[in-house]
């Protein structure tokens, strides 16, 4: 239970990763008031976090509409952990977030549901994550610590937001880019224990 748990919490961390999203937060709030970022702040954790919400419940219904086997999604899903994990390494922020998500919340004037808390906080990683971690939850305690988990990654990711701007002066830009190279290596390890997972459950002849 507490092993789930314990890998449930992490995993939902490092892929949505507020830490890193903090640059470019800073950049598409530049102009506004500090009453305002807080308010952005608390609605994009807390639309995120519904929507990973939504995501726990109803994604195995969608994998049996479509008739995906658990094990096929959780190596799909290890390959998009994956993915993102190897630019995270790199220090650069997943491709959820490209210069056109960036631009558009310039222009934007509330930036809290789109794209700050779609795609980038609650991307198809992310999504992904919580679909497999639920399917992996043979039981109630472990399904309540996935939903857990998205309330402990909503909680930490409207703190981090608040404080974007004390944790960019406190840390830099270089600071960010190597605990960001340090939670990509462990969500590369969590990626590969997905794929490990999905290819010893499948129905191999």
Do not use: C, H
């Not at 195995?60 to 994990?85: D, K």
């Not at 310039?106 to 930036?111: G, M």
């Not at 409207?158 to 462990?186: E, H, K, M, P």
């Amino acid at each position: 239970m507490w092993d789930f748990a314990v890998l449930a919490v992490s995993s939902m961390l490092f892929v949505v990763d507020p830490l890193g999203a903090v640059p470019a937060y800073l950049v598409m709030t530049e102009q506004d008031d500090a009453r305002k970022r807080k308010q952005m702040a608390l609605r994009a954790s807390v639309t995120a976090a519904v929507v990973l919400a939504v995501f726990a419940a109803g994604g195995r219904y969608v994998l049996t509409w479509f008739g995906i086997s658990l094990p096929a999604f959780q190596v799909a899903g290890g390959i998009v952990l994956a993915m993102v994990a190897l630019e995270m390494v790199r220090a650069r922020r997943p491709t959820k977030e490209g210069p056109g998500e960036i631009d558009e919340g310039v222009e934007k004037e509330d930036i809290a549901i789109t794209p700050l808390a779609v795609p980038m906080l609650a991307g198809p990683a992310a999504m992904t994550t919580v679909t497999v971690l639920m399917n992996k939850a043979a039981t109630l305690e472990q399904q309540l610590a996935v939903y857990f988990a998205i309330l402990v990654t909503a909680v930490a990711t409207y703190g981090v937001l608040r404080l974007a701007d004390g944790i960019s002066r406190l840390l830099g830009r270089t600071g960010i880019q190597v605990l960001t190279r340090i939670f990509g290596l462990i969500l590369l390890a969590i990626a590969v224990q997905f794929l490990l997972d999905g290819i010893r459950a499948a129905p191999w002849p």
